[in-house]
């Protein structure tokens, strides 16, 4: 059983990567904005179910061997890059070109904003280092490792939660004060944006 103050100083140590902008963050602005809060939550359930598959591997030992292979590294790397530039070409293309009244479906790999979350967390490769560089300093070699690497996922998925609800609580704010279409447009093409320049850093990192 992990000691409560390593779940503590882990929680510590992660926060300033929780607090940093990414893909999680980008897609919430971009469908809580258009739609509602309630698109939050399979936005949130994608993060989390990534940080959990980080841990699986981790505990598995797959994250190690992708960490130390620079081929497979690279790839996962560029594959998490190609799919955010992706993701930031289409956000822009339906902020500039808005659907009909009917509604123009979204791609078929793009439909699901649960699989965009999990996707955009799960080839993040900076995402699985956690459970491989940081998350190790804070368990104990004596114990089942597997439950330490849960519990710390579990506090990280906590935090990751509390986190984006709160963002949303913000965001929404912000979209009643900003509910013309031109400033939806406005906050859709600032995500695409965001997206191609994460996309862009994922890359060239």
Do not use: D
């Amino acid at each position: 059983m992990i000691q409560p103050y390593a779940v503590l100083a882990f929680v510590t140590a992660v926060l300033p990567l929780v607090a940093t902008p990414g893909t999680s963050l980008a897609l919430l602005m971009r469908h809580t904005t258009e739609v509602g809060r309630r698109r939050a939550l399979p936005v949130i359930l994608g993060t989390v179910t990534g940080l959990y598959a980080h841990a699986t591997l981790a505990t598995a030992g797959l994250s190690a061997l992708v960490m130390h292979s620079s081929q497979a590294f690279n790839a996962v790397k560029l594959a998490g890059a190609a799919y955010l530039i992706a993701l930031g070409v289409w956000t822009w293309r339906t902020a500039t070109r808005p659907p009909p009244p009917h509604r123009r479906p979204c791609p078929p790999h793009l439909n699901s904003l649960y699989a965009q979350a999990l996707l955009g967390n799960v080839l993040n490769p900076k995402a699985a280092s956690i459970y491989l560089t940081l998350a190790p300093q804070f368990l104990t070699p004596t114990h089942p490792l597997a439950a330490q690497l849960f519990t710390l996922a579990t506090a990280h998925a906590l935090l990751m939660t509390l986190w984006l609800l709160t963002w949303t609580l913000l965001i929404r704010r912000a979209t009643l004060l900003l509910h013309t279409p031109r400033a939806k447009a406005t906050a859709a093409r600032l995500t695409a944006l965001a997206f191609l320049a994460l996309g862009i850093h994922a890359a060239t990192a």
